[in-house]
């Protein structure tokens, strides 16, 4: 960390340094002006000069040529970054005999910091912490966290949808009734280039009975469905996608967590649940393009219009 985080500090420095050497002010004058003492901008230049070390301020091969100082100055750095304040060495600092150890045991077996641990611990007899070698791998690049993938790779790419049923989301939403604590389930599916949305009210939650909804959702419209996109919800497992291959259709689910998908899905979404909430059934329409609240809809409605 540096001696002071204060963004504005290269500014001033640079501010400095050119009253020093653009307008060849006194020392004494700078250092009165920008409120530091006299050494320290002169130490102040010589980090400059040696920050501008490859720019040539002379003229060797025609000595007696003159030429413009301003010219060379354009050429210049003059933000000059704060030194950091962290100690050259430290008393309490790990050896280097075990940084390289730390290191061949992560190259050797491949596996995580804390196998590299215990393995330093119980077979070496390292007494070292756990966080010191998280610590070794991290300085090192060799500790990269969740080395697993967040979306498989046979995964096909979201298309941009440029004609009807190149692109379908689907999404349940789960109700229970304030009063008499029943459960329903809204299964939503909508076209996202028709806006044409198809809402269906179910008692349980299956795979069987979402892709039924994918199904009955294409009978309804008049136009095949070339991908749908679910998020990783239980009704959206394994057999619900065997079901859509059997229609030769592309299932794409989305590996970024339920809250990611549910935000990608929810301004597509919400208002076919809002009309299914009003209906009762199941329906069909064109859908604007708006984002309404879920809690609004869910509590503008009877629990009568969802028996």
Same mark, same amino acid.
């Given at each position: 960390?540096?001696?002071?985080?204060?963004?504005?500090?290269?500014?001033?420095?640079?501010?400095?340094? !050119?009253?020093?050497?653009?307008?060849?002010?006194?020392?004494?004058?700078?250092a009165?002006?920008?409120?530091v003492?006299?050494?320290?901008? $002169?130490?102040?230049?010589?980090? $400059?000069?040696?920050?501008?070390?490859?720019v040539?301020f002379?003229n060797?091969? =025609?000595?007696?040529r003159?030429?413009s100082?301003k010219? !060379?100055? @354009?050429?210049?750095?003059?933000?000059? %970054?704060t030194?950091?304040s962290?100690?050259?060495?430290?008393? @309490?600092?790990?050896s280097?005999?075990?940084?390289?150890?730390v290191?061949?045991?992560? @190259?050797?077996?491949? =596996?995580?910091?804390?196998?590299? $641990?215990?393995?330093?611990?119980?077979?070496?007899?390292?007494?070292?912490?756990?966080? %010191?070698?998280?610590?070794?791998? !991290?300085?090192?690049h060799?500790?990269?966290?969740?080395?697993?993938?967040?979306?498989?790779?046979?995964?096909?790419?979201?298309?941009?949808?440029?004609?009807?049923?190149?692109?379908?989301?689907t /999404?349940?939403?789960?109700?229970?009734?304030p009063?008499?604590?029943?459960?329903?389930?809204?299964?939503?599916?909508? /076209?996202?280039?028709?806006?044409?949305?198809y809402?269906?009210? @179910?008692?349980?939650?299956?795979p069987?009975? +979402? +892709? /039924?909804?994918?199904?009955?959702?294409?009978?309804y419209? #008049?136009?095949?469905f #070339?991908?749908?996109?679910?998020?990783?919800g239980?009704?959206y %497992?394994?057999y619900?996608?065997?079901r859509l291959r059997?229609?030769?259709?592309?299932?794409?689910?989305?590996?970024?967590?339920?809250?990611?998908?549910?935000?990608?899905?929810n301004?597509?979404?919400?208002?076919s !649940?809002k009309?299914?909430?009003?209906?009762?059934? +199941?329906a069909?329409w064109t859908?604007?393009?708006?984002?309404?609240?879920?809690?609004?809809?869910?509590?503008?409605?009877?629990?009568?219009?969802?028996?």
């Open positions: 960390m540096a001696y002071s985080i204060n963004p504005n500090l290269p500014r001033a420095r640079a501010f400095a340094l !050119k009253l020093l050497i653009v307008e060849k002010r006194p020392l004494s004058v700078v009165n002006r920008c409120g003492h006299r050494s320290t901008v $002169w130490r102040w230049k010589r980090k $400059w000069f040696e920050l501008n070390k490859n040539q002379d060797p091969n =025609r000595p007696s003159i030429f100082f010219n !060379k100055l @354009h050429a210049c750095k003059w933000l000059i %970054s030194t950091s962290r100690p050259h060495t430290c008393s @309490h600092a790990i280097e005999e075990i940084v390289r150890r290191m061949e045991l992560r @190259h050797t077996l491949k =596996r995580c910091a804390e196998v590299v $641990w215990h393995h330093l611990r119980v077979e070496d007899g390292i007494q070292v912490s756990l966080s %010191s070698v998280r610590r070794i791998l !991290k300085r090192n060799a500790f990269d966290g969740a080395r697993k993938n967040r979306v498989r790779p046979d995964n096909p790419r979201r298309p941009q949808p440029t004609y009807p049923g190149e692109l379908v989301q /999404d349940t939403i789960h109700y229970i009734c009063q008499t604590y029943q459960r329903r389930y809204v299964y939503t599916v909508i /076209d996202l280039y028709s806006r044409i949305a809402v269906e009210i @179910h008692d349980h939650i299956r069987g009975i +979402a +892709a /039924d909804v994918i199904m009955r959702a294409q009978s419209g #008049s136009f095949r #070339s991908m749908v996109q679910a998020d990783n239980p009704e %497992s394994r619900f996608e065997q059997v229609l030769v259709y592309r299932f794409d689910t989305v590996g970024l967590g339920d809250q990611m998908t549910m935000l990608t899905l301004g597509s979404t919400e208002l !649940k009309n299914a909430s009003e209906t009762g059934s +199941a069909m859908a604007p393009p708006c984002k309404l609240r879920l809690t609004n809809i869910l509590s503008s409605t009877t629990p009568n219009e969802y028996t």
